[in-house]
């Protein structure tokens, strides 16, 4: 089974700390996505990733970077927390071969920015 | 633009009811991928179901159905005999073209809260 991984379930920081969610995978998915989710918004695009080194930035891009140095980890990092960036994250990965149109999730990380 | 609207935001079943939850979607693409993603508490979403554009017929699998209306724009999702292990929040996403660097469009999400 494919297996998508985020470091933390939840996490607690300060307002204008750095902050660093990570996400791994171990299907050797080219594709791999940041969302976030937030009550009645449903689940929207941060950042989307293609390959390594290679990065698209999504509906929400504001206040968010990435990084994917390696093909099976993607980080998305707030440069300087904000209480607006309190919300649930989730990673995906997908493969891009026809037929792969599935995402695969890991279980989310909680952020909340005091 | 792609959108994609759930209408409803919670709704609320007593075990062993049928319920359907609505899925409205905007493309103006002729090749697009519709899917319907299962959250339950522990927060990571589940797959349910992967429909192409081209493939207008109903899906049956188990409890779960699945009613694909091009003409009407919508692709609801009907639970039969409801359990209260299927309490979760319901996606409905959207993805246009195939495969490569498509993102997936999410609804706003259906809470169903399955009463024993």
């Known amino acids: 089974d494919v297996k998508v991984t985020q470091s933390s379930r939840y996490l607690v920081k300060r307002t204008g700390e750095k902050v660093f969610l990570e996400c791994v995978q171990d299907m050797d998915h080219e594709n791999m996505f940041w969302y976030r989710q937030d009550p009645g918004l449903g689940l929207r695009l941060i950042y989307f990733s293609y390959d390594v080194k290679m990065k698209e930035k999504g509906d929400i891009p504001e206040g968010y970077s990435v990084s994917r140095e390696k093909k099976e980890r993607f980080s998305l990092i707030l440069e300087s927390a904000s209480t607006n960036q309190t919300s649930m994250y989730l990673c995906a990965s997908r493969g891009t071969d026809r037929g792969s149109e599935k995402l695969f999730f890991g279980s989310g990380t909680q952020l909340s920015v005091l | 633009a792609q959108k994609v609207t759930q209408a409803q935001t919670e709704i609320s079943v007593v075990e062993k009811e049928d319920v359907t939850l609505d899925c409205v979607y905007e493309?103006?693409?002729?090749?697009?991928?519709l899917f319907w993603y299962k959250q339950p508490p522990s927060g990571e979403l589940v797959f349910l179901i992967r429909?192409?554009?081209?493939?207008?017929q109903n899906e049956i699998s188990g409890r779960y159905s699945w009613n694909f209306q091009k003409s009407t724009s919508s692709f609801n999702f009907t639970i039969t005999a409801s359990q209260v292990v299927d309490s979760a929040v319901y996606f409905c996403?959207?993805?246009?073209?195939?495969?490569?660097?498509?993102?997936?469009?999410f609804g706003a999400g259906t809470r169903l809260a399955v009463h024993p």
């Open positions: 996403a959207l993805s246009e073209g195939s495969g490569g660097y498509n993102k997936l469009i």
């Open positions: 429909r192409n554009s081209f493939d207008e």
């Open positions: 493309t103006r693409d002729t090749t697009y991928y």
